[in-house]
């Protein structure tokens, strides 16, 4: 087999596949974070795209904005890793929402304390955690998470470990982007939650996915 | 940035003579890797993703491999009027970004882009001068053709000239 990559192997209807698993996943994360802080959270339908190497970091800002980005290698039978990826600003509603405390100003952007990184990590673990035990649900597939990892730097520093993985079979990586939006309630701020997921499956792996789902 | 700046993107490489400029934004597990030959002031940039591109199936954008993308970025280089035994290198990136106990030869990509491109440097008998490379965070470089100076920013850690 001569070059082959991935973005010329998948269909419309693949992408339609990974579109209802995103779905249902980030349900599961929304439903997850909204438990964790008790208050309503709503969800568009995600967009699921493939994105040029060039233009991934266009996503989130442009290559130099600085995002959060929490990543979970995942084994078992699938091998890959989940991350899931959100502007400093939704960090920051976040954390807020959580501790309860504004943040001094003085402050360089970027920079979070020891209990704001942990809630982040918590966040961000609990709803790939659900996004992907939603996914198992559905594929009957068995994910083993790791424990998360957090990083915080240029979006397309960040965004490197995904494109890379997924350098190894296309030129493009998937996207599914997903907005979950905390409602204002009465005396409570408004927190924005939105961000983004990325599912990066080894080859082998995402062709298993597609086939537990009956799709060839 | 200078109005006479190019950028060079993810997988992605280019060769420009003096007064020009070349900058790459937010190097993570990539390398930056610039040559620069100072007497005919012709630099040249390469952000490569993976080391090998004989490892690869799909390999047909020579930029993303730090093997085919050396030989692209001398070539054109050359073009440009520089000579390889005038070619000088400094390179940056290869970073950890998640701080995983990598043992998995797929999280550890940042270190395998260097030792690659430094195998490969040493093969063409290019001087390597200043290697910013490794760690845990992203930087952004910049690479004057004039007179190959190296500018390296990484976020919450200012600048550095090599």
């Not at chain 1, 800002?61 to 995942?74: A, Q, Y």
């Not at chain 1, 983004?196 to 597609?210: D, E, G, K, M």
């Not at chain 2, 993703?49 to 692209?72: C, E, G, Y």
């Given at each position: 087999m001569g070059s082959f990559s991935a973005d010329k192997i998948f269909n419309d209807s693949h992408l339609d596949v990974m579109k209802e698993l995103g779905s249902m996943g980030t349900a599961h994360a929304a439903t997850a974070l909204a438990k964790l802080i008790n208050r309503k959270v709503t969800m568009p339908v995600p967009n699921v795209s493939w994105i040029e190497f060039s233009n991934v970091a266009d996503f989130?800002?442009?290559?130099?904005?600085?995002?959060?980005?929490?990543?979970?290698?995942?084994?078992?039978?699938?091998?890959?890793?989940?991350?899931?990826?959100?502007?400093?600003?939704?960090?920051?509603?976040l954390t807020k929402a959580f501790l309860g405390k504004e943040r001094d100003t003085q402050e360089e952007d970027y920079a979070f304390d020891d209990m704001e990184r942990s809630v982040i990590e918590e966040v961000g673990n609990i709803m790939i955690s659900s996004y992907l035990?939603?996914?198992a649900g559905l594929t009957n597939i068995n994910f083993k998470?790791?424990?998360?990892?957090?990083?915080?730097?240029m979006a397309q520093a960040i965004l490197s470990v995904p494109a890379i993985e997924f350098g190894k079979m296309a030129d493009r990586v998937l996207f599914l982007e997903?907005?979950?939006?905390?409602?204002?309630?009465?005396?409570?701020?408004?927190?924005?939650?939105?961000?983004?997921?990325?599912?990066?499956?080894?080859?082998?792996?995402?062709?298993?996915?597609?086939?537990?789902?009956g799709v060839e | 940035m200078l109005a006479n700046m190019i950028i060079v993107g993810m997988a992605d490489l280019k060769a420009v003579k003096a007064p020009g400029a070349l900058t790459t934004l937010g190097l993570g597990s990539c390398v930056g890797i610039a040559l620069y030959d100072a007497k005919a002031q012709v630099a040249g940039l390469a952000h490569c993703?993976?080391?090998?591109?004989?490892?690869?199936?799909?390999?047909?954008?020579?930029?993303?491999?730090?093997?085919?993308?050396?030989?692209?970025l001398i070539a054109d280089m050359e073009k440009l009027g520089a000579k390889r035994m005038n070619m000088k290198a400094k390179i940056a990136g290869g970073a950890q970004m998640f701080a995983f106990n990598a043992t998995n030869d797929n999280l550890r990509i940042g270190d395998r882009n260097i030792e690659a491109t430094i195998k490969l440097l040493k093969q063409y008998n290019i001087?390597?001068?200043?290697?910013?490379?490794?760690?845990?965070?992203g930087r952004t470089v910049e690479l004057f053709a004039d007179d190959g100076r190296f500018v390296i920013k990484s976020v919450g850690r200012g600048v550095k000239t090599v």
């Open positions: 989130m800002g442009g290559p130099e904005s600085i995002i959060v980005g929490i990543l979970v290698s995942v084994t078992g039978q699938i091998q890959g890793m989940m991350m899931f990826l959100m502007p400093m600003e939704s960090a920051r509603s035990s939603s996914m998470p790791s424990v998360p990892f957090v990083s915080i730097d997903s907005q979950i939006q905390v409602q204002a309630e009465e005396g409570k701020a408004d927190v924005d939650c939105s961000g983004c997921f990325i599912l990066v499956p080894n080859l082998h792996s995402f062709f298993r996915i597609l086939r537990a789902l | 993703m993976l080391p090998d591109s004989k490892q690869i199936q799909n390999n047909s954008n020579v930029a993303k491999f730090v093997d085919t993308a050396m030989i692209k001087p390597l001068m200043a290697k910013e490379c490794g760690e845990n965070y």
